[in-house]
């Protein structure tokens, strides 16, 4: 499986992006996804995930404004992203894991990133 993340951008304090992970190589439904940011420095977060089941995960910091979800046609995964803030200013990659379950390891293949930036 490919996977090709997609989406990022500069963004002010308290606006949106939405970023997709398009995925190739194999049906969509086959894998768990996860989203997951690193900035310079630090250790790579795990922030989102989506199983093929529909059941979704997300850390405590972004529930409320990510939201993860799939279109099974275009083969795609997304991170709707709310409200966001100058310390979530990273990179964000998605990954898949062939576990049926989310959880913040077990993924081994991954995209490249996509840098989101965050500042007025």
């Known amino acids: 499986v490919q996977l090709q993340a997609s989406g990022g951008g500069l963004v002010q304090p308290g606006g949106s992006l939405t970023l997709s992970c398009s995925v190739s190589g194999s049906p969509l439904d086959y894998y768990t996804y996860g989203w997951f940011r690193q900035t310079p420095g630090k250790e790579r977060e795990y922030v989102a995930c989506?199983?093929?089941?529909?059941?979704?995960d997300s850390i405590d910091s972004v529930k409320g404004r990510f939201t993860v979800s799939r279109d099974k046609a275009a083969n795609t995964v997304y991170l709707q992203m709310n409200d966001l803030r100058p310390d979530e200013t990273a990179i964000y990659y998605c990954?898949?894991?062939?576990?049926?379950?989310?959880?913040?390891?077990?993924?081994?293949?991954w995209g490249q990133g996509t840098q989101v930036t965050v500042s007025s």
């Open positions: 990954a898949a894991s062939v576990f049926r379950w989310c959880s913040p390891g077990g993924y081994d293949y």
């Open positions: 989506s199983t093929n089941k529909g059941e979704t």
